[in-house]
C-alpha cells in the first residue's frame, strides 16, 4: 500500500505561480514512477506530467509544456509540480498518482492516487 498527500493547491490570479507537493508513505516511494493529473468540472481526468521513480525522465502535457515543472525527492518521499504563468483553463483537482510503470502512468493508469488538492485561477 501506497498513501499519498496532495498540498499546495489554492486561489491565484492568472499568470501567478503554485507548487504542488505529493507527500507518499508505505511502501519504497522510490521504486514507483509518479505522476500528476487534474480533473476541470464536467471534464475527463487528463495527465499533466510524470516523472521516473529515479527521477530521470520527466513527461509533461503539450498543455503545460514550458510552464508546469515535475520533480520529486526520494529522501523526503515527496513529489513536486512547480506552477508558473498559470492560466484561467489550469483550474482543476489535481491528483497525484503512482504506479510501477512508467508507460502506465503516462497513460492515466495507476496502481495508487491522491485525494486531490483544489486550484483555482482567477482573472
Known amino acids: 500500500q501506497v498513501q499519498l498527500v496532495e498540498s499546495g493547491g489554492g486561489l491565484v490570479q492568472a499568470g501567478g505561480s503554485l507548487r504542488l507537493s505529493c507527500a507518499a508513505s508505505g511502501r519504497t516511494f522510490s521504486r514507483y514512477n509518479m505522476g500528476w493529473f487534474r480533473q476541470a468540472p464536467g471534464k475527463a481526468r487528463e495527465f499533466v506530467a510524470a516523472i521516473s521513480w529515479i527521477g530521470g525522465s520527466t513527461y509533461v502535457a503539450d498543455s503545460v509544456k514550458g510552464r508546469f515543472t515535475i520533480s520529486r525527492d526520494n529522501a523526503k518521499n515527496t513529489m513536486y509540480l512547480q506552477m508558473n504563468s498559470l492560466k484561467l483553463e489550469d483550474t482543476a483537482v489535481y491528483y497525484c498518482?503512482?504506479?510501477?510503470?512508467?508507460?502506465?502512468?503516462?497513460?492515466?493508469?495507476?496502481?495508487?492516487w491522491g485525494q486531490g488538492t483544489q486550484v483555482t485561477v482567477s482573472s
Open positions: 498518482a503512482a504506479e510501477t510503470s512508467l508507460s502506465l502512468i503516462r497513460a492515466g493508469v495507476a496502481d495508487y
